[in-house]
Antibody
Framework: QVQLRESGPGLVKPSETLSLICTVS????????WSWIRQPPGKGLEWIGY???????NYNPSLKSRVTISVDTSKNQFSLSLTSVTAADTAIYYC????????????WGQGALVTVSS | EIVMTQTPLSLSVTPGQPASISCKSS???????????LYWYLQRPGQSPQLLIY???SRFSGVPDRISGSGSGTDFTLKISRVEAEDVGVYYC?????????FGQGTKVEIK
């Protein structure tokens, strides 16, 4: 079955870079779009951006200056980099399959809590 | 950026009774390809969100037929005909007609 798993540090210092990897199993990363979504504790969902398997990206304008999403089709993984983090970036970060021709966000990872604190 | 506004923000429902959630967008979600990319998700406590409804009214695999979606343009509704214990959680609408993808604030559904 399709599984997505986020991995990366659970604690990041202010001003440093948050880095997460999403490993996809059970389905090829191509030819779909893949997204990162975050959820601050007790709050709603915010789309961060997506990447197509070819490497084409689109980012939320609110985070665009700090976000990079990349893909490694050979490892069936995609990753998130968020620079210059502050406490406001503390959240559960989800990876999800974005548009695959019909559905959007039909598969989600279990989420990774990332806390920004010194 | 499209603004998605859900009402109510919370709902307490007696089991077996219906529930309805409204989602309004600040602009039409009708795409130039003729489709409307409005989705509904349920996030059960402690879990990741899960897809319920895609393209306004189509149920995703495994979603019971007591859950339905409707609407067009800027006004959309999710209805649960008979609420059950498993329906507890936060429901989000999300639009994918435009970029960035935008979610509603969420509607928390609890059982009385």
């Amino acid at each position: 079955q399709v599984q997505l798993r986020e991995s990366g540090p659970g604690l990041v210092k202010p001003s440093e870079t948050l880095s997460l990897i999403c490993t996809v199993s059970g389905v090829s990363i191509s030819p779909s779009y893949w997204s990162w979504i975050r959820q601050p504790p007790g709050k709603g969902l915010e789309w961060i951006g997506y990447i197509y398997y070819t490497g084409t990206t689109n980012y939320n304008p609110s985070l665009k200056s700090r976000v990079t999403i990349s893909v490694d089709t050979s490892k069936n993984q995609f990753s998130l980099s968020l620079t210059s983090v502050t406490a406001a970036d503390t959240a559960i970060y989800y990876c999800a399959r974005d548009y695959s021709g019909t559905y959007v966000f039909d598969y989600w990872g279990q989420g990774a809590l990332v806390t920004v604190s010194s | 950026e499209i603004v998605m506004t859900q009402t109510p923000l919370s709902l307490s429902v007696t089991p077996g009774q219906p529930a309805s959630i409204s989602c309004k967008s600040s602009r039409s979600l009708l795409h130039s390809d003729g489709k409307t990319y409005l989705y509904w998700y349920l996030q059960r406590p402690g879990q990741s969100p899960q897809l319920l409804i895609y393209e306004v009214s189509s149920r995703f695999s495994g979603v019971p037929d007591r859950i339905s979606g409707s609407g067009s343009g800027t006004d959309f509704t999710l209805k649960i005909s008979r609420v059950e214990a498993e329906d507890v959680g936060v429901y989000y609408c999300m639009e994918a007609t435009h970029l960035p993808r935008t979610f509603g604030q969420g509607t928390k559904v609890e059982i009385k």
